[in-house]
């Protein structure tokens, strides 16, 4: 049987639209898929960035505070003192400022406040050392932090404490070990990181534990 002309177009017509939103369907799905990966991708990488920043700026404090350490010098006017509580490390260096080197105090601060614990790094011109210094910089932020120094027990094993005043003889010393532990903050789900770095003076004292 012959079906009238009319008809015949119709009925393709109606197939190939229906083919044409199948595929509009599947073009819609498959973008989709593809919009909630590059999404998912972009979050991955924002949180991998937001935890190298911090190991960023720990590797850069580091560096600091190693320079500073090794070139290090006991003053009597500017010995290296570490606060009893870890908080502050204090240090004498030759600084090239201006046209000439000159002596400077260097000053480690671990200063907390609401959002955690800042590291400021601040240099101190000779003759000034009680007014603004002279030069001020933020290290990185963490969850908290502290240097000790390191000392010989009894038994020859090396142990970590804090509140350094020199080698105990009268005479300021720099301590021949130094070393920084902080926290750096958690990141998304990622617990806190704890880490730890010591910091050799070639002349520094290496002080020996009394025995009560």
Do not use: N
Not at 99 to 128: H, I, N, Q, S
Not at 147 to 154: K, N
Request: aromatic share 8%; proline share 8%; glycine share 8%.
């Amino acid at each position: 049987m012959w079906l009238p002309i009319g008809l015949c177009k119709s009925h393709k017509s109606g197939l190939t639209l229906v083919e044409l939103l199948l595929a509009v369907s599947l073009f819609a799905a498959l973008m989709g898929a593809v919009a909630g990966l590059v999404i998912a991708a972009a979050r991955a990488q924002a949180s991998w960035g937001r935890s190298v920043e911090p190991s960023q700026q720990m590797e850069r404090a580091f560096m600091h505070l190693q320079r500073d350490v090794e070139a290090a010098q006991p003053l009597f006017a500017i010995p290296c003192v570490l606060s009893p509580d870890g908080q502050r490390l204090e240090l004498a260096r030759v600084m090239p400022h201006a046209a000439a080197p000159g002596w400077v105090k260097v000053v480690y601060r671990f200063v907390p406040d609401e959002a955690g614990t800042t590291l400021v790094r601040e240099e101190f011109a000779w003759g000034a050392l009680d007014g603004e210094p002279q030069r001020s910089e933020t290290l990185a932020m963490l969850e908290q932090g502290v240097f000790a120094f390191g000392r010989l027990a009894s038994d020859g094993t090396l142990e970590w404490a804090t509140d350094w005043q020199g080698d105990g003889s009268g005479t300021p010393m720099v301590p021949q070990m130094l070393k920084m532990d902080w926290t750096l903050p958690s990141v998304g789900a990622q617990p806190p990181l704890s880490l730890s770095r010591a910091f050799r003076h070639p002349a520094g004292a290496l002080p020996t534990m009394e025995t009560p």
